[in-house]
């Protein structure tokens, strides 16, 4: 592809990725190898900023060797820069070198104390070195400053969930959802782990929040199934009236009827026999009904 990618389209293309804040490691590298590199000149004042993501992107990548280049022409044209700095402890830490990039990130905020990136990469230092608690500990710190930070929220959350801490998890999503009502993964997930919890309590709250994704998202094919299920165990469960069990016989099978549409739209009839979905639902639909 790069072969034929011209030097314009492949300055564009860099622009795109970084006005869009997406990332795509091995092309940038490749256009950079391809493309750019042996006529960098033009890119005039824009190359700095080609340079930072290029560098960052190498460092994705393990070539160091670039890496290495770029924040040596970054160094060498911006020698105090904080940000410079900040790509010095990224190849640290690509490295493996934990203790260099720590003092790096620690040099960095005695100049400028609410740097949040060299911050946020002293987190991602312990998380590599499997330091979760420790990764717990400085993320709760770091979100005291910046608590409308809904990555480092969602990042906490994660954190939690691997150490199976679903009511810390829980509360995380619940700011999530507070600083964020429309976004449907939020509900989602904060729907699964209520769910993953169990209890009519919980579950009741997981249906709700699963039936409140689908409506912000109504191709949220996995809110739709996370609701089938949880409607499924609230209608089954002991300790609920025999009215709410029959409501949420009423939502299961229409979470059943909205599955079922989807796949059908989307998947072949050969590809519906292989996956067996809508058999499944089927047999569970009726033990529920006949129980």
């Not at 314009?8 to 795509?24: G, P, V």
């Not at 990130?105 to 070195?129: F, G, P, W």
């Not at 801490?165 to 600083?179: K, P, Q, R, T, V």
């Not at 299961?252 to 067996?276: D, F, P």
């Amino acid at each position: 592809m790069t072969q034929q990618v011209s030097f314009d389209e492949a300055r564009t293309i860099l622009k795109k990725f970084r006005d869009e804040q997406t990332r795509d490691s091995d092309l940038v590298v490749s256009l950079w190898d391809s493309v750019l590199a042996d006529s960098c000149h033009r890119l005039g004042d824009e190359l700095w900023l080609v340079y930072e993501q290029v560098c960052s992107s190498a460092l994705d990548c393990q070539r160091f060797d670039l890496a290495e280049l770029c924040i040596s022409s970054l160094e060498h044209k911006f020698a105090k820069s904080i940000r410079v700095r900040r790509l010095h402890g990224m190849l640290y830490e690509a490295r493996g070198e934990y203790i260099k990039a720590e003092e790096e990130y620690k040099s960095i905020l005695e100049k400028d104390e609410t740097n949040m990136y060299a911050r946020k990469r002293q987190v991602a230092i312990m998380k590599a070195q499997n330091k979760i608690p420790e990764a717990i500990s400085k993320l709760n710190e770091y979100l005291k400053s910046f608590m409308t930070d809904y990555e480092a929220w969602n990042e906490l959350c994660d954190l939690y969930l691997s150490q199976h801490d679903y009511n810390n998890a829980a509360f995380c999503l619940e700011e999530l959802i507070m600083s964020n009502p429309h976004n449907h993964l939020f509900h989602q997930k904060y729907a699964e782990i209520r769910y993953t919890q169990g209890g009519n309590e919980n579950m009741d709250l997981a249906r709700s929040y699963f039936a409140q994704a689908v409506k912000l998202n109504p191709n949220n094919l996995r809110a739709l199934i996370g609701l089938f299920l949880a409607s499924s165990n609230l209608s089954g469960s002991a300790g609920i009236m025999a009215k709410d069990k029959k409501l949420n016989l009423k939502y299961a099978v229409w979470a059943a009827e909205q599955i079922q549409i989807r796949y059908e739209n989307q998947e072949g009839e050969s590809q519906l026999k292989e996956t067996k979905v809508l058999s499944c639902l089927k047999k569970l639909l009726e033990s529920l009904q006949t129980s």
